[in-house]
């Protein structure tokens, strides 16, 4: 038989991947696309496959999604959609908790009217423990400090609420961030290997950041959507985290995207308190050992890795396409 999966944020850097992995599979792979004035599917443009199918909705627009999942009938829903930029969640906090948080619960419930035996995953996120300190596991208390960590609470819970309340196969990947060539421009790590990119090339001189004493936990977005796949593989639904167990700053992560290319940061990155939030989050480190004991799963690839492995495909890039898109 074959399997139906439905993403939503199928667009998006994961959703790419995990698409390419779903098809790999065998999967019929059904994508969720926000109309746009632009086309926006630059991420799976180059995956020519009968088995992608993809359908316009919106997370915001309830309708679409029931009249979607009541005719596709997937036997796997990945929630991948969402307003994800943690700083623009302080200047749309309504839209952000529209499409993060009540985007999840008309999802759930659009699976709950279609009365189909489905599994579900949440891509919950590190943002949930916000203000508190590292390692962080499934067992650490939550404080999010932005509109988008809020919003994501509440979809987290409302994952675990309809598992326990309809015995839905639903779970929750806590997972920390993940960064890849697909990454959006406007992340730290992707603005970083662009700038060195264009640095590098000539194009300019200056790159300028905000906060650069922030640590993160930094992955290979390609190795995190099979764990997100093994998570609804296994025989019951839990929650896990998903990292590496690295802390890296922001000023090292600029000093290994530098040095690759034969690059001093200091000459060359400034600062602009605009780029700083309303309430940082300092420091997530995850302890993904669950994962690894209950999945399998493990992050090959860790920060340096990571910037390196970026800075090559945006050096590229920039040297065939004269600009970020693909
Ligand atoms: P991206 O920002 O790259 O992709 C987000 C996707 O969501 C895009 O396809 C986007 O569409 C879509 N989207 C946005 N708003 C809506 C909406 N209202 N209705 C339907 N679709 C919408 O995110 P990532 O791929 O990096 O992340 C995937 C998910 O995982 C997100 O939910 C994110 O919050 C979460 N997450 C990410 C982490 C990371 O480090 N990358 C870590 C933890 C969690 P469009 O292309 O049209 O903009
Ligand atoms: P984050 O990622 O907020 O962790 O959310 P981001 O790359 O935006 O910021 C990481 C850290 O870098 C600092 N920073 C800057 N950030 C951006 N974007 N631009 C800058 O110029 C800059 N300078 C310093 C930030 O202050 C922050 O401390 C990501 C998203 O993918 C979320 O969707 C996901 O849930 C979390 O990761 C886990």
């Not at 596709?72 to 829903?77: D, L, R, T």
């Not at 650490?140 to 988008?148: D, G, H, K």
């Not at 997100?228 to 985290?241: A, G, I, K, N």
Request: net charge negative.
């Amino acid at each position: 038989m074959t399997k139906r999966a439905f993403i939503t944020g199928i667009t998006g850097q994961d959703g790419s991947y995990l698409t390419e992995l779903l098809l790999a599979k065998g999967y019929e792979v059904h994508g969720l696309v926000r109309r746009a004035s632009t086309l926006n599917r630059s991420r799976i443009d180059h995956i020519q496959d009968s088995n992608l199918h993809l359908h316009y909705g919106d997370l915001t627009d309830g309708v679409s999604l029931v009249n979607l999942i009541r005719d596709i009938v997937p036997h796997e829903v990945y929630n991948l959609g969402a307003q994800s930029h943690v700083k623009v969640s302080f200047e749309v906090p309504e839209y952000t908790a529209d499409a993060d948080a009540t985007g999840t619960l008309r999802l759930l419930e659009a699976i709950r009217a279609a009365k189909i035996d489905c599994r579900f995953y949440q891509a919950s996120t590190s943002e949930m423990f916000g203000a508190t300190p590292p390692p962080q596991d499934e067992t650490t208390v939550f404080y999010p400090r932005s509109p988008y960590g809020a919003a994501k609470l509440y979809s987290h819970w409302v994952t675990v609420n309809y598992r326990e309340a309809y015995d839905l196969f639903a779970v929750s990947g806590i997972l920390f961030n993940h960064e890849s060539p697909r990454r959006g421009e406007s992340f730290v790590t992707r603005k970083i290997t662009l700038g060195v990119a264009a640095i590098k090339l000539g194009l300019t001189d200056t790159l300028t950041l905000g906060n650069l004493d922030a640590i993160r936990d930094w992955g290979f977005a390609k190795e995190y959507v099979e764990g997100m796949w093994r998570m609804l593989q296994h025989d019951t639904p839990q929650d896990y985290v998903l990292a590496t167990g690295i802390g890296t700053t922001v000023r090292e992560f600029c000093e290994y995207s530098f040095a690759h290319a034969g690059l001093n940061w200091e000459d060359h990155v400034a600062y602009d308190k605009g780029y700083e939030r309303p309430t940082e989050v300092d420091a997530l480190i995850g302890d993904p050992s669950k994962a690894k004991s209950v999945l399998g799963w493990e992050a090959q690839t860790h920060a340096k890795g990571l910037a390196e492995l970026m800075v090559d495909s945006d050096i590229e890039l920039l040297r065939t396409h004269g600009s970020a898109r693909y």
